[in-house]
């Protein structure tokens, strides 16, 4: 099954409004990293967070290692939010690739 | 500002035909990759490399090629482009191996016909 799984699969908001993606690890991890990847776009690294919480703006990522999980919450969304999020983590054993998940396609209303 | 520049951007190429994507990074960075994304999917690792003249297997190898002739420059290259090969491909830099954070490029859409 995938290591990574990355929920919802799609979300549309409307502007204004706060959204919660969320990331699953079947595996214990070592650190993970949230990405933003614009439509037909290349990725940028929005959070490295391999444990606690982080904020930027309005983006705070959560990651709880014991609970296999991290969180991406965006406060206030906006237009231009609109793209894909995707979660990576390296795994605490074995390999140190990254492993990606699917991501998250927001859509943010006017 | 780190940078990492891909090309060509976009690529048509026949089936059978040989393909080269080449990677450019101003970073500094020993460690590159090269990504490829399906539809709908997340990222797979193809092949890296984390010092000039020498690269190592990611996940998906097969059919697939890398040349690392300086520190600088990373090429992925299909000797016999398939169908199945039709994706967007992504090179990245780190600094440090799978840590740290990945400086990606823009992408290269390729349709093999």
């Known amino acids: 099954g995938q290591q990574v799984q990355q929920s919802p699969t799609s979300l549309v908001l409307q502007e204004g409004e706060n959204a919660e993606l969320q990331c699953n690890f079947s595996t214990s991890l070592n650190s993970m990293q949230w990405f933003y990847q614009r439509p037909g776009g290349s990725l940028i690294s929005v959070f490295y967070n391999p444990s606690g919480t982080k904020q930027s703006g309005r983006l705070t990522s959560t990651t709880v290692i014991k609970e296999r999980r991290s969180s991406l919450h965006i406060s206030s969304s906006q237009i231009t939010d609109s793209g894909t999020y995707l979660c990576?983590?390296?795994?605490?054993?074995?390999?140190?690739?990254?492993?990606f998940g699917s991501g998250t396609q927001l859509t943010v209303m006017p | 500002e780190a940078a990492v520049t891909q090309s060509p951007r976009s690529k048509v190429a026949v089936t059978g035909g040989k393909v080269t994507l080449s990677c450019h990074q101003t970073n500094n960075h020993d460690y590159m990759y090269w990504y490829r994304q399906d539809t709908g999917h997340g990222l797979r690792l193809i092949h890296y490399?984390?010092?000039?003249?020498?690269?190592e297997k990611g996940d998906i190898p097969d059919g697939y090629k890398a040349s690392r002739p300086s520190q600088e420059n990373f090429s992925l290259i299909l000797e016999l482009a398939s169908l199945s090969q039709t994706a967007v491909y992504f090179c990245?830099?780190?600094?440090?191996?799978?840590?740290?954070?990945?400086?990606f490029g823009a992408g290269t859409r390729l349709s093999v016909l």
């Open positions: 990245a830099s780190s600094d440090i191996l799978g840590e740290n954070t990945l400086y």
């Open positions: 490399s984390y010092v000039a003249d020498s690269t």
């Open positions: 990576a983590m390296v795994a605490s054993s074995g390999s140190w690739q990254l492993i």
